[in-house]
Structure formats: C-alpha cells, structure tokens
C-alpha cells in the first residue's frame, strides 16, 4: 500500500512516523562507556603503530629498500635488515600452526561432541588452565625438558625424511655413529612445537565455542537420514564452524608470530635464512626486540622499532584476515 | 552466545579479581607497617638489574639480608647490558655489570647515562669454561686448554675435541673426533664483554679474522670488544640467553662436545668440570678462589676519585701474570649505585641500598668461595665503603676492618687468600704429565686413556663410579666438596612482630582469595545448566 486516502482530501504521501528515542540515564552511560572503550581501543592500535612508524623512521630511511632483503643485523656497521629475521618468524609460527591446527581440532571436536558432560566441564576447565600458563614457563620447559626429548625424533625425520629439503640437516650424517646429536637443538622445529603448545588451547576455546552453536535442527536433520555422528559432524558442525576454525587458527598465528620469551629461551638466534627447519639456529622479530633492546645507540633502537612495525603490519594483516573471514561464515555472522 | 551474555557472565569474576586484589594490597601494606615498625629507619623495597655472572653470589646475600634484617630487594637477571640501561632509564635503582659504562673499542656505542652514578666491585671471580666431554662412557673431567686453543675454538678455527691442539693440551685423553660445539651468550653480556676483551689483547689474530667472518667492522684496527658474541650462521655454535641458558645447555645430557664460557659457581652448581687454563707461567689453572685472588694482585685499578671511571679495573697485566697460581680470566664485577636524588630514588631506598653495600663488602665476602667466587680484597672493600656512602641517605654502619671477617684480610695488609694460594702440582706443569684429579663440580677423577703420563698415581685417587658431582676424593681444589669449612659470624635475627590487625587483614585476604576463587565456578556451573535446558536437546542426551 502507497497511498492512504484520507477523509478530508486527496491522497497524501506516506510519511513514516518519526520515532523519538528516550534513553535512560543509565542507557547513555553504558552507550557512552562502550563507545568510548571501544575508541580507546582503535586509538591505541593507531598510536601503536604512529609510534612504531616515527621511531622507526630514522632506520628505514638508512637502510632504504634494503631493509627487507638484508639479512645480516649490524646497525652500527649500517648493514641491517630484517629478512633473516623475518623468515625464521614466519617458520616458527607455520610450524607451531601445523602442530597445532590438528590439535586444537581434535580436542575441540572431542569437548564438544564426544566428552560427557561431567568429563567436558574438567576439560574445559583444564584447556583454560594451559591457556593462562605464562609464556616463560613453556620456555623453560622446552629448553630444559623437552628439547632433549625431540633430539631422536628430529632426528628420525632427517634421517628417513632427509630428501625433502627443508627436512635435511646437512651437518647431520645418519651413517656417522660419532655424529653429535646437538645439531638438533635450538632448531625452529623446537620453537615451533613450544609456540604450538601455546597457541593451541586458545584455538581450541575458540573452535569449542562455535561447534557448540551449530543448529541442532540440522544436527536432528543429519542424524534422522542415516548419518552416523562422525558423519553429522564432518556435514554439520565442520562446514557450520569453518569460521571458527579459520579464525582461532588465525588468532593462534598471531599469537606465534608475536611470541617472545619462550622463543627467546629456546632458539639460538642467527641472522641468516636457514631452510633446515630441524637444524640449529632460527630467529625471530620480537625475540630479536628482547635480545638487542639493551643496546644503548638510539640509532639501533630506530632499527629494532622498525622491525617492531613489521611485526605489527603482518599481525594486523592476519588479524584482520580472520575477522574477515569469522564474519563472512555463518558460525561468525551469529556470534 | 551473545557478546552482552558473554560480559554479564564474566562482570562477577571481574569484580572478584578486582576485590580481591585490592585486599590483597591492604594485607600486604599491613605486612610492610609491621617490618618498618621494627626497624628505627626506613627500609625501602629496591629494584636491581643485570650481570648473570655474578647472580649466584647477589642472590644469596638477597636471601640473607631478607631472612635476617627484612630488607626487601628485588634483583632481575637480564645481563649486564641491560643492567646498564634499566639503571640509565632509570627504572632499576641499582645496575649490576661486568664492564663500565663506554668501555674502550667497543663495537657498541654504549654512553654514560645521565643520572649520577658511581662504581663500586662487588665480589671477584674467574669466567670458567665450563665443558660437557665423555670419553668411553666416562665424563672426562681434567681437561686442559691453552688460551690459544680457547681462542681457536671460539672463533671456529678447530671445530673437532681431537684436533692436535687439543691434543698437545691433553697428553693423557684419548680425545673423541666429535664436533665441538661452542655455546656463546645471545644476550649482552659482562662475561662476553670480558671474554672478548681476553681476545683482543691476547689473541688478536684468531679474534681479527672471526671478525671478517662475522662481518663486523674492526674498532680502532681490530675486532672490537662485544657484549654480542657474533655467530656464523650454520657453525655449529649454540647462542643461549643468560648464564643460566648457556650452562644448562651444556649440563644436558645429549650436550656432549659442547664448551662455554660461564662464571665457576655456575659449574659448581651444576655439577661439571671447567677446563684448566694455561697461564704465564706454563701452568694450567682452575678459576677457585684463591687461583683469582692471586691473579687479581696484577689488576690495575682506576685510583682518581674524580674519573668517570674510578675504581674500574684494567686487567692487561692479569692475563699476563707469571706467577704459577694466577688464572687468566679472572675479574672484578660491580654494582652501579646511584648518588643523586634522581629517577624515583628516594633517601629511603637509600637506606636498603647503603646497608645492603656494608652488608655485602663485609659478611656477603665471606660465602664469595663456597659459591664459586672470590672475596674483595682489603683495598677495594675500604674504597668500597667510601663508595656507599655517596649513596643519598645512606647511613650504613662501616665495620672496622677487624670487624670485617673477610677471609682476604691480614694483619700485615697483604691479601691472605693469595699469601696462602697453594702451588699447582707440577703435573698441571705443561708437559707429557696430566693431572686425573677433577675439577669444578666434577671432583671425580679421570682414568688415562691417552698415550702420555697420567698423574693418577700422583694424587691416589679412583675414578668416581657413578660420575655424579662431588662424589670426590679430597684431591679437589676449592668447590663445595664436603670436609670444606665455611666460616661465619653470629647472627642477631629481628624478629618481625605481627600486630593483630595485620594476622586479620592477611587471613581475610587469604579467605577472599580462596572465596573468589571457588565461587566462580559454582555460580557458572548454575548458569550452564539454566542454558542446556533452554537448548533442550542436550539434556535430553
């Protein structure tokens, strides 16, 4: 209906009503508090960032494009850059993503879907748990625990495993029985499966909470024609919480690729792109922050803090991908 | 779930956080009236960062002064560069570093900081190298380096234990072909800083030529002094943080080939041997204490009070020294104390400071050898004591030198510990002879298993069975071998007297904390199951 006709007249165009919104005062407050939380929020990111961009400046302008591609770290010899760095970042992280990506699956989708109840809320409980556990603790566990219990393993795959080059270790020679096995340590294979420890209940939370919200409609629809619960999970939950599993898997990526102190206690860091992911000698951007901050030279400083921007381009980057991508999938647009 | 859900849920457990917190802080400042009601003056808490190398003997005498007197210090162990710049941004009221401020041909431009400060030693020691080697099964602890093999190994010039270097070293080893594997500081560091400057004066030509490696620009026409040890990416070299990183690497098990440079005490805590040093003399020497004390005769100290740099040690001639006992690497660290009212250093922080300086120049020097360091001697504790009190606010009770205890001290003014230094055996001489007996925290000895002399015989002694630490025959020097006796002066002990409020406000923060944290759950489990009703299918399962 357009028109309405009126008694008195002709017709007359449809107005809507305009409607006067009356907030309380407690309404205003709690807008005002989250509006303002809310900005405070993004302000602080852009003056992160701002921050991160001036101090680094003076470095960038030194090194010039160079500042990608160099490898070596020598800011007072004016030769610095952050590819080595850079690389072994993103290899710590891929590696931790690959450990844990299964992991927090598999217990989410066990939380979830299998556990009883009373067994569920211990676990849930339990996941929490690992989550808070400080960074550092899981850096001296992996340097002091399990480094040496991932010798014969990393060895097992350099050994068997040797022809795929990112799995070889070239100082490594199986048919050598004096063969030191400290070429296995302080890889990025170790860091990484530390980092994966870290990352993976947060992924897990993440994953356990959008399964819980799939339909149970299509859950009962599922199960009435026939399917069995592996089956109801692999066409109901999995395809309704890919968002979930997306986003918590990015959220743990970040995580990895910002981790500081337990890369730092377990890597030995170098400044060269080193493919053998299980041979000695990784490094990392915020590691590299912990270790040379100390340094006096404001000029360093400028270098170290553009390295921080580049940390914080890719983590934003990432982050954002997963908001992204949460809210686009069905689970994400409920939540 | 709803995000406001989500907020509604976790409001009650914020708030508990929140509470209890704030009890919390009411019982703490309950406990610190009751401490500073105790005391006439004002014991401030304190904050301290920096050297590793010297963590194990401030740590100890934190415990101690915090167990008898209540003083609350709190020490981080971040290194010696970061000591350096937490006491320059101020936020450490004392600075802990191996090296000065702008330390001469340094590859770092390292600046004085802008508050006022002065130096003053803390306690001597010698940088051990610290080795994990097993031969046939049995941990090899009477190994042998000349500083030029040590040189060698650092800079990678000889990367394998039976390299002929090694070997002219260590007549009585039959040494492995296995890789060593050198485990350096990845963090700025005093003991890297010492090292390096070892390497410059004495081995210039190793240490030159690793700089090419590295890439590093030479200072001054060669390799400069470093707190960052360089590697070569894919050497074999491990870089580890802290003292506590590089000697727990070495102490794994699967760490065998691996050699660092660590402070003696770190060795003696984790139970394995150093490497003897070849001195001036044609000697090879172990890092105790009295071995540093005799070396540390030849220290030249920077005697103008009115230099930036007074009281720093100057340690060409020690590496040098010619007589028998001496260790090359032996040196003074010390402790960076505020003199200015600056930084958020108040008179009261002053006072723990002070009292903590007299504290430690005079009883702490008497543990320097059970630890695994070496006491001041009399010259740099009297200029010590003039030092604290440039402290503002400071009123530390300077004990006479009688008083003092210190095991350094003599009637006559010489040092007593290295009066009193025994001679090496003349089969620590270098030659076809290799003493067996162990060394560090590896007191057991080594059976022969190369072709030249073995000592064993000499000393009488058996090869320890089982290879634990201090399992030991009485051949050991210095370490913590069990006739060892500490010597030690009563102590009163204050006793803190707790008021009743103070038992009150601590047992109710106590019974909130575990309220809060016990209530959580219940009230979420409630809540989850208000919530599976609603969803219906859940409960039905």
Redesign the interface.
Known sequence: MTLRTADNGGPQPDLPRRVRVRRGPSDISFRVLTHAGGVAVLALMTLVGLFLGIRGTEAIVVAGPSFLTEQAWEPNSRRFGVAAVLFGTITIALIAIAVALPLALGTATYICEYAPVRLRRLLVGVVDLMAAIPSVVYGLWGMFWLEGQMIPVAQFISTYFGWIPILRVSQFDPNDPLASPTVFTASAFIAGLVVAMMVAPIAASIMREVFAQAPIGEREGALALGSSKWGMIRSVVYPFGLGGIVGGTMLGLGRALGETVAVYLVISPIFAINWQVLATGTNSISALIALRYGEATPFELSGLMAAGLVLFAITMVINFGAGFVMQRSRSGAAS | ???TARIVRAWPRLLATVISMAVLAVGISGLANVSQAVADTVHSPIVGSGSTWSANALQTWIRNVWANYQWKITYSE??S??G??DF?NGTADFGVSEIPYAIANS?????RPNRKYAYMPIVAGGTAFMYNLVIGGKKVSNLRLSGETVAKIFTGVISRWDDPAIKADNPSLAL????I?PVVR???SGATAQVSIWLRQMYPKYWDAYCGKV???PVNGHCGVTS?YP?V??S??????GSN?VA??VA???????ITFVEYSYALNAGFPVAKLLNAAGYYTEPTAQNVAVALLKAKINENENSADYLTQNLASVYTDSDKRSYPLSSYSYIILPTALEDGFTNDKGVTLADFGAYFLCEGQQSAEVLGYSPLPINLVKAGQKQIQKIPGGNPAIKGIAGCNNPTFSSDGSNKLAKTAPYPPECDKQGATQCATGTGGAKESTAQSGSGTDAASQSGTAVGADGTAGAATGAGVGGITSGQQVSGTPQSIPQARLTTTAYASMAAAGALLLGFSVAP?LLR?RG?HTWFRR???RKRR
């Open positions: 779930m709803t995000m971040s290194g560069t970061i350096r710049t320059a590859n770092e431009q390292d600046s492995p072909s296995i890789p594997v990845s963090d700025g890439g590093r620009a960052n590697t990416a894919g074999g070299f491990v870089s580890r943080s990183g727990g690497y794994q098990s699967h760490s065998v080939g691996a759950p489990t989850r969803d219906g299918w």
